[in-house]
């Protein structure tokens, strides 16, 4: 790889790194006299230009295991979901003129327009209901942002 020479001391303190998204993997140096750090950085792009490389030199089984394991440690993890329904379309004057105890209509068939999210990303669309004692959401189907943008282009 070009590698460009190192850098130390003040020289590596005022230089600003601009090449995107990277790794950075900081090593403790020690002698019995001082300590210090050594940091290297490996730009995700020379990552990637050299993962098809290791592919073939037998590092599949590795590379395969640790992917398992990650995507399973990514998978056991918890998120909150947000089920938002739409009630009407207001201007901010009749928001203004809200009381405590107020009674909002819902719109038609809003039940059926709510939308799961996680973490301020929506990713479904659903249909609140109820079984016995408990409320539901129903997933109709997954969020298509393109198609929001256009429904929300031509009013409805």
Same mark, same amino acid.
Not at 28 to 52: E, F, K, N, Y
Not at 88 to 100: E, K, S, V
Not at 117 to 123: M, N, Q
């Given at each position: 790889l070009?590698?460009p &020479?190192a850098?130390?001391?003040i $020289?590596?303190? @005022?230089?600003?790194? =601009?090449?995107? /998204?990277?790794?950075?993997i900081?090593?403790?140096v020690?002698?019995?006299?001082?300590?210090g750090?050594?940091?290297?950085?490996?730009p995700q792009?020379i990552?990637l230009?050299?993962?098809?490389?290791?592919a073939h030199?037998?590092?599949?089984?590795?590379?395969?295991?640790? &992917?398992a394991?990650?995507?399973? $440690?990514?998978m @056991?993890?918890?998120? =909150?979901?947000e /089920?938002?329904?739409?009630?009407a379309?207001l201007?901010?004057?009749?928001l203004?003129?809200?009381?405590?105890?107020?009674?909002?209509?819902?719109?038609e068939?809003a039940?059926a327009?709510?939308?799961?999210s996680a973490?301020?990303?929506?990713?479904?669309?659903?249909e609140?209901?109820?079984?016995?004692?408990?409320?539901?959401? @129903?997933?109709?189907?997954?969020?298509? /942002?393109?198609?929001?943008?256009i429904?929300?282009?031509?009013?409805?």
């Amino acid at each position: 790889l070009p590698v460009p &020479r190192a850098m130390s001391g003040i $020289e590596a303190r @005022r230089r600003v790194l =601009r090449d995107g /998204a990277s790794i950075r993997i900081v090593f403790g140096v020690s002698t019995p006299t001082d300590t210090g750090t050594v940091t290297v950085m490996i730009p995700q792009r020379i990552l990637l230009a050299t993962r098809g490389a290791t592919a073939h030199s037998g590092e599949d089984d590795q590379t395969g295991d640790w &992917r398992a394991r990650f995507s399973e $440690e990514v998978m @056991r993890s918890t998120v =909150r979901l947000e /089920a938002t329904m739409p009630l009407a379309r207001l201007t901010l004057g009749d928001l203004d003129g809200f009381q405590p105890g107020q009674v909002i209509e819902f719109e038609e068939h809003a039940h059926a327009q709510a939308r799961l999210s996680a973490r301020d990303r929506t990713l479904f669309v659903c249909e609140f209901g109820k079984l016995g004692q408990n409320y539901t959401v @129903r997933i109709r189907h997954p969020f298509d /942002a393109g198609q929001d943008f256009i429904d929300g282009l031509i009013p409805g």
